[in-house]
């Protein structure tokens, strides 16, 4: 702790390491993927989907194919050309959901704008929907009853529960209400017993909102719009945005120097979320492999 300009107290934030935490899942899951291999004769299978040249898509799919090699378990890629009809892609899921070799599916997003995302992930088998985006799924979480944790919120979690952050009681805000990170997330942080509160674009007062936060989850997808003065002193503060700046490096939804001296704990862009996302898919995996039995 130290005096900063105009005499505040500026706290050094302790930095939530999530490539190290995403790196010792990876290394429990390898373990996890020996042992079941060798009882069952059977080794997890990730089937990933990706149509189209988007460039950031092409990146995640790789480092989804790294984290399979690295955990033991198989992958196969899917890569289709950007005009690939909606007919053609759910044959294609189709035979992938027959296939008792493939157990997790992923359709990469984004896909090309003619075709219907939605309607597509509801053509994957519920059993192998590793990311957790089918109706079915989404409901079995809102009912207490997961099949599958969706990604990157189970990856919030687990970077909570591994830096010993106690949820129980705790005031949690989280900043944005997709359906990939901000509505699954609200559940699960209800479900550990926080009391949460969902912040959107008719949120009034957001920045006091987010200022009365324990825990703060920053999902709004808007490049360093959490300042300072959003973040209560010793807060908690996780950042799962990634933007691209205009030098071409990447920055998360939380302004992160001014931050840091405010906040008790915080994740980095990248290395925080990102990784964590990617390690819980893994596990997803697995558990779908142990389904398919």
Not at 272 to 291: D, H
Request: aromatic share 2%; with cysteine.
């Amino acid at each position: 702790m130290v005096l900063g300009r105009r005499g505040e107290v500026d706290m050094a934030a302790q930095i939530i390491d999530g490539k190290a935490i995403a790196k010792d899942i990876r290394r429990e899951l390898k373990a996890e993927v020996t042992a079941f291999t060798e009882a069952h004769g059977l080794q997890p299978l990730l089937a990933a989907v990706l149509v189209g040249d988007d460039p950031a898509s092409h990146v995640y799919v790789r480092n989804k194919q790294r984290a399979c090699r690295q955990t033991g378990m198989g992958s196969r890629l899917v890569e289709l050309p950007a005009e690939t009809t909606e007919a053609t892609l759910r044959t294609i899921i189709e035979d992938l959901n027959r296939d008792p070799a493939v157990h997790g599916i992923l359709v990469q997003s984004p896909l090309p704008r003619h075709l219907d995302e939605f309607g597509l992930v509801r053509r994957v088998d519920p059993l192998k929907d590793v990311d957790c985006f089918h109706p079915e799924n989404v409901g079995l979480l809102a009912a207490k009853r997961a099949r599958f944790q969706a990604c990157t919120p189970a990856g919030v979690i687990e970077l909570l529960d591994r830096s010993g952050v106690d949820l129980v009681g705790a005031s949690a805000v989280v900043l944005g209400r997709s359906m990939i990170v901000g509505r699954p997330l609200s559940l699960m942080l209800t479900d550990r017993h926080a009391t949460v509160t969902v912040c959107h674009t008719r949120t009034r007062d957001v920045a006091a909102v987010c200022a009365g936060a324990d825990v703060l989850v920053a999902a709004a997808g808007v490049a360093r719009l959490v300042g300072a003065a959003w973040v209560k002193p010793g807060a908690v503060v996780i950042d799962v945005g990634t933007n691209r700046t205009e030098d071409g490096g990447l920055c998360g939804d939380v302004d992160f120097d001014p931050v840091s001296r405010i906040a008790g704990r915080i994740t980095p862009v990248p290395g925080g979320v990102g990784p964590m996302t990617i390690a819980m898919l893994m596990r997803n995996v697995l558990k779908a492999a142990a389904l398919s039995r």
